[in-house]
């Protein structure tokens, strides 16, 4: 009978029905023909899914975003320039390290490949770098936005989970910043290889300028964390702090946000806020199903079927959220997979904020993974290409995140080590 919940599931998604309405149908068809419990549960748990604190903090994470792209996004982009651009390779790795600094404010994988792919993108497309070189790291550096903190993912992840959401900011810094370094060196190697140099034009500004410029909206990520590790607010109460240092710094610093911007943005986030909120909604009365029909305790018995070896059982997980990463969106795979991986992976000794960050993480390499990669999709709309003009340099890209990936899974120390140290 289960099984009617995943076929309904699978067929809507391929006839492409929306994830959040795919997920509530395949709900209400196994209600439907099992006859019990009635219908009418189903809006019960919907509400029951979205009535949590924490889950405030997602709308204001994605509002401080957009509001700190007004102003805040070219000076980054300055700073990375100034630190890398001068080696082989630079603007690659320079448009590598921007993506990270950027996604220490968006908390959004696309929102990051777009805002600095927009800039970055053409600027090495002048400089003589490939195009399909050129979306491939954009899109992988990009998609670094969910893994850095603050990550609307890690706040959803941490809702679906129980887990504190201050803790998995933490957990993901070092996975990261480790990955975004793999791709600044694969940017170098390439580089050299195929003569890219250039960086973007300072226009006779100082250094001391450029550093100052970029010196406030670094401090985003710095307060929010440390509010949150020395107790003073919560993540939805640091969420808030965040909009409005953004307010402040577009409005009154930069003098780049203009009143008439300001409807746009907030229709923006209302639209992005509700379709996540919404599948978090839908995929409330989906996983109470699973729930009552043993789903997790199902498929932990069928992993374990095949093998016991808890590195074969970890490599097989990671293939399957790699598989989901090509062709779902991030925060539905989280939404979905959570309930069902969790009961296993912890009964295997993994802890539940590890297995967060190498979720977030693998989804992050399913993000730029051919051929369905929604990421890769955007820096190649940016770029005006296809995807398969990405072929054989977005391997590159991949390969370096995989390499990350490995490691983050298998050497737990890399996402626990800051929460052990500053909790």
């Given at each position: 009978?289960?099984?009617?919940?995943?076929?309904v599931?699978?067929?809507?998604?391929?006839?492409?029905i929306?994830v959040?309405?795919?997920?509530?149908?395949?709900?209400?068809?196994?209600l439907?023909?099992?006859?019990?419990?009635p219908?009418s549960?189903?809006p019960?748990?919907m509400?029951?899914?979205?009535?949590?604190?924490?889950?405030?903090?997602?709308?204001?994470?994605?509002?401080?975003?957009?509001?700190?792209?007004?102003?805040s996004?070219?000076?980054?982009m300055k700073?990375?320039?100034?630190?890398l651009?001068?080696?082989?390779?630079?603007?690659?790795?320079?448009?590598?390290?921007?993506?990270?600094?950027?996604?220490a404010?968006?908390?959004s994988?696309?929102?990051?490949?777009a805002?600095i792919?927009?800039?970055m993108g053409?600027?090495?497309?002048?400089k003589?770098y490939?195009?399909?070189?050129?979306?491939?790291?954009?899109?992988?550096?990009?998609?670094l936005?969910?893994?850095?903190?603050p990550?609307?993912?890690?706040v959803?992840?941490?809702?679906?989970?129980?887990v504190?959401?201050?803790?998995?900011f933490?957990?993901?810094?070092?996975?990261?910043?480790?990955?975004i370094?793999f791709?600044?060196?694969?940017?170098?190697?390439?580089?050299?290889?195929?003569?890219?140099?250039?960086?973007?034009?300072?226009?006779g500004?100082?250094?001391?300028?450029?550093?100052?410029?970029?010196?406030l909206?670094?401090?985003?990520?710095?307060?929010?964390?440390g509010?949150?590790?020395?107790?003073l607010?919560?993540p939805?109460?640091s969420?808030?702090?965040?909009?409005?240092?953004?307010f402040?710094?577009?409005?009154?610093?930069?003098?780049e946000?203009?009143l008439?911007?300001?409807?746009?943005?907030?229709?923006?986030?209302?639209?992005t806020?509700?379709?996540?909120l919404f599948?978090?909604?839908?995929?409330?009365?989906?996983?109470?199903?699973m729930?009552?029909?043993?789903?997790?305790?199902?498929?932990s018995?069928?992993?374990?079927?095949?093998?016991?070896n808890p590195?074969?059982?970890?490599?097989?997980?990671?293939?399957?959220l790699?598989?989901?990463g090509?062709?779902?969106?991030t925060?539905?795979?989280?939404?979905?997979?959570?309930?069902?991986?969790l009961?296993l992976?912890?009964?295997?000794?993994?802890?539940p904020?590890?297995?967060?960050?190498?979720?977030?993480?693998?989804?992050?390499?399913?993000g730029?993974t051919?051929?369905l990669?929604?990421?890769?999709?955007?820096?190649?709309?940016?770029?005006?290409?296809?995807?398969?003009?990405?072929?054989?340099?977005?391997?590159?890209?991949v390969?370096?995140?995989t390499?990350?990936?490995?490691?983050?899974?298998f050497i737990?120390?890399?996402?626990?080590?800051?929460p052990t140290i500053?909790?």
């Open positions: 009978m289960i099984g009617i919940l995943f076929v599931l699978i067929l809507c998604l391929i006839i492409g929306p959040g309405f795919a997920i509530g149908i395949s709900s209400m068809a196994f439907a023909i099992q006859g019990f419990p219908l549960i189903l019960m748990k509400v029951e899914g979205v009535n949590s604190f924490p889950l405030m903090a997602l709308p204001l994470f994605t509002l401080s975003g957009e509001i700190m792209a007004y102003g996004t070219p000076r980054l700073l990375a320039n100034l630190i651009g001068k080696i082989p390779g630079g603007l690659a790795a320079a448009a590598s390290a921007g993506c990270g600094f950027f996604g404010i968006s908390g994988g696309v929102a990051t490949v805002a792919g927009g800039i053409p600027e090495m497309v002048d003589g490939g195009k399909g070189f050129t979306a491939s790291l954009l899109a992988g550096a990009g998609v936005g969910i893994v850095i903190p990550s609307l993912s890690m959803v992840y941490g809702t679906s989970s129980g504190s959401i201050g803790d998995l933490l957990a993901g810094f070092i996975p990261g910043l480790m990955t370094m791709l600044v060196l694969l940017s170098v190697l390439v580089g050299k290889k195929r003569g890219y140099t250039g960086s973007v034009g300072m226009k500004e100082s250094i001391v300028k450029i550093i100052i410029d970029a010196l909206p670094l401090l985003m990520p710095i307060i929010i964390l509010g949150e590790m020395t107790g607010v919560t939805t109460e969420a808030v702090i965040a909009v409005m240092y953004a402040i710094l577009a409005t009154f610093v930069y003098k946000l203009k008439k911007d300001i409807a746009a943005i907030c229709t923006k986030c209302t639209i806020s509700s379709i996540i599948i978090m909604a839908a995929a409330a009365p989906f996983g109470w199903i729930a009552t029909q043993n789903v997790p305790q199902l498929f018995a069928g992993i374990l079927s095949l093998t016991s590195i074969l059982i970890n490599i097989l997980i990671m293939l399957l790699l598989f989901l090509t062709f779902m969106e925060n539905s795979i989280i939404i979905i997979m959570t309930p069902i991986l009961p992976v912890t009964a295997m000794g993994m802890t904020i590890h297995f967060g960050i190498v979720m977030i993480l693998n989804l992050a390499v399913g730029v051919p051929p990669a929604v990421n890769l999709f955007t820096s190649c709309r940016i770029l005006g290409i296809k995807v398969e003009d990405t072929f054989p340099d977005v391997f590159l890209v390969g370096a995140m390499l990350a990936l490995i490691l983050v899974a737990p120390q890399l996402s626990m080590l800051l500053l909790r």
